[in-house]
């Protein structure tokens, strides 16, 4: 009996441990370890698939500002649609509105890890880095939204402007000027063409494009100030005093007030009276256009 025994146990033991390994269900895991709304989004398959690790990382980039209104409202929706550049917009809004510019570059900075071949992705960060005056991080983004989709005119115009503030002065026509002749009526590209074309020294040619940019909007402050400087170059003071007096009207805390008040002061310090003697023609030639 006592060998039978032992046998029949062993057995029985074997059969057991056949089962355990085999045939049992896993125990399942602490839901408070697991079910967070990452890991359940990434066993239901969130729209691209992205692991979570990638919305763990956002989140710890983000630090306390996880907790504001607006990024705690859509970050659920963010969870399952990351293909949507919406969502981006809306996280990182709050924090370049808080100065928090630095993190928003950070947030999608890492986001172009994983998604590679979202254009809109790329634009919004060269947009940050161009706010954080990292022209060549700017650049940088601006390529690959380009790369991602060539014909994305914005990516295309931001690019060529930064490559201006870059002194890239030759790369940024050729880029305007293929961007203008597909679309003519951007006075956007206008505008940085003139300013690209005055640093190449063709103010005449500057002073066109500037122009054709005046007669279609006068409300845009950097059209006087360049048309100013162009005048300027081409030795008429008069239109240069005009043209720099509007720009610190429309924009007296403008990036370039201080350089046209630096002119200004050396015009009227060359001639004490162009004030006066502007003012004196615009009121003349005010006075025969009611007449007539």
Excluded at 80 to 102: G, N, Q, V
Excluded at 177 to 197: D, F, Q, S
Aim: charged fraction near 30%.
């Amino acid at each position: 009996m006592g060998p039978a025994i032992g046998i029949v146990v062993m057995i029985v033991a074997i059969v057991l441990m056949v089962w355990i390994f085999f045939f049992r269900e896993p125990k399942k895991k602490d839901k408070k370890e697991d079910e967070t709304p990452e890991n359940l989004i990434v066993e239901e398959q969130n729209d691209l698939g992205l692991p979570a690790e990638f919305f763990s990382e956002l989140k710890a980039i983000l630090g306390p500002d996880y907790e504001h209104p607006q990024i705690k409202l859509v970050w659920d929706e963010f969870l399952e649609r990351p293909s949507d550049f919406a969502y981006y917009e809306l996280i990182t809004t709050p924090l370049l509105s808080h100065d928090k510019t630095k993190k928003a570059e950070e947030f999608m900075a890492f986001t172009t890890g994983y998604i590679t071949d979202n254009f809109k992705i790329y634009q919004h960060l060269g947009d940050i880095r161009a706010k954080m005056a990292d022209l060549a991080g700017a650049k940088e983004a601006y390529e690959k939204a380009v790369e991602v989709n060539p014909e994305e005119t914005d990516a295309l115009m931001n690019l060529g402007y930064v490559l201006i503030g870059l002194e890239n002065y030759n790369e940024a026509h050729d880029i305007l000027a293929k961007l203008l002749t597909a679309n003519p009526e951007n006075l956007h590209a206008r505008l940085y063409l003139g300013m690209c074309l005055y640093h190449l020294g063709r103010y005449e040619d500057a002073y066109e494009e500037l122009n054709r940019v005046y007669k279609k909007d006068q409300r845009v402050p950097q059209v006087h100030y360049f048309i100013g400087l162009c005048f300027l170059q081409m030795g008429h003071k008069k239109g240069t005093y005009r043209a720099l007096s509007r720009y610190l009207q429309m924009h007296p805390d403008g990036m370039y007030a201080m350089d046209a008040s630096k002119v200004l002061d050396e015009i009227e310090a060359e001639n004490p009276d162009i004030k006066k003697d502007i003012e004196e023609e615009e009121a003349k030639s005010k006075g025969e256009s009611s007449d007539s």
